[in-house]
């Protein structure tokens, strides 16, 4: 896939934390570049530093030294309301806990991210029924989050994600409050939005779901231990 601007570059990127005289190396040097329409697993074990990576490429932190471009835009050198607006416009957030809000209906937990956009009213719900229809829960909309099983919950996070055209979709263990059967639809959902064009990075610490995405990026102590096609991948771990 040769194009010139990666959607996604971070350039010799660290995050130090200090913790009394120790020095915490979070991120130890990572460069990395994911281009427009790619579907990539982030993956590591729990302290691996792959947290890390997913706060700064959502523009959820900075890093201590280094440079990140989203989009072409150096995330860098933004202030926080520079940074919610690139977290508003650029990227759709898929949470493992789904974060809905109990008390909306589920058109209302889908348009959040449009209100706070400035969206006008009508375009709003145009665009937030559309999401919930490609999700297949539209004819759902009134319903409250907790009437619903835990895979359209993942759903109705996915839709919200959408509703906006982000850039990225970033999936932060997509899976991990499902059960087998439920995790196998969502994935397959995210493969299928890929299909369609969309960029999407998963963050797990699970093999298995890193080589649903087409590339895997393996983090170890801060740093890239392996970037490559899930089939190089595969062989490797031997699943």
Known sequence: ??????????????????????????????????YRGEMVAI???SGSGKSTIMNIIGALDVPTT??????????????????????????????????????????ENVELPLLYAGVREKKRYELAMASLEKVGLSDKWKNKPNQLSGGQQQRVSIARALAGSPSLILADEPTGALDSRTSREVLDFLKQLNEEGNTIVIITHDNSIALEAKRVVRIKD????????ADEYRKQVGE
């Open 43 to 45: 993956v590591g074990k």
């Open 66 to 107: 280094g440079e990140y471009y989203l989009d072409g835009k150096n995330v860098n050198s933004m202030d926080d309301d520079e940074l919610a607006k690139i977290r508003n416009q650029k990227i759709g957030f898929i949470f493992q806990q789904y974060n809905l809000l109990p008390k909306m209906n589920l058109l």
């Open 222 to 229: 801060g740093q890239i231990i392996f970037d490559g096609t």
């Open 1 to 34: 896939m040769e194009q010139k601007q990666p959607l996604i570059y971070l350039k010799d990127v660290y995050k130090i934390y200090r913790m009394g005289n120790t020095e915490v190396r979070a991120s130890n040097g990572i460069n990395l570049s994911i």
